[in-house]
Nanobody
Framework: QVQLVESGGGLVQAGGSLRLSCAASGGTFSNYAMGWFRQAPGKERDFVAAISWSGGSTYYADSLKGRVTISRDNAKNTVTLQMNSLKPEDTAVYYC?????????????????WGQGTQVTVSS
């Protein structure tokens, strides 16, 4: 069983940056591809970014390409999401997730483990 704990959310002005982190425990971190998803009030949970188990491949939602960067440190069991040029529409709860799959990493239903989420609020 893998436990995931997100941190780094908060309130930021439009145009600002945030760095979200996800700490994993309870499993072999390098066995899992990792993803970030977000969910705004009244909306579905949407894919943001994902990274392969080795860190060699990354995937991004088209709407966020160029503004977010996902990375991982297998020695520290962490995955990070750097978000820049934030917009009010980026306001959401951001979730970290782990999957044993090696493909289809933008599909939330393929993820096995989820964190509790961290709130990101972008003010205009």
């Amino acid at each position: 069983q893998v436990q995931l704990v997100e941190s780094g959310g908060g309130l930021v002005q439009a145009g600002g940056s945030l760095r979200l982190s996800c700490a994993a425990s309870g499993g072999t971190f390098s066995n899992y591809a990792m993803g970030w998803f977000r969910q705004a009030p009244g909306k579905e949970r949407d894919f943001v970014a994902a990274i392969s188990w080795s860190g060699g491949s990354t995937y991004y939602a088209d709407s966020l390409k160029g503004r977010v960067t996902i990375s991982r440190d297998n020695a520290k069991n962490t995955v990070t999401l750097q978000m820049n040029s934030l917009k009010p529409e980026d306001t959401a709860v951001y979730y970290c997730a782990a999957t044993v799959r090696a493909y289809g990493l933008d599909k939330r239903y393929d993820y096995n483990y989820w964190g509790q989420g961290t709130q990101v609020t972008v003010s205009s």
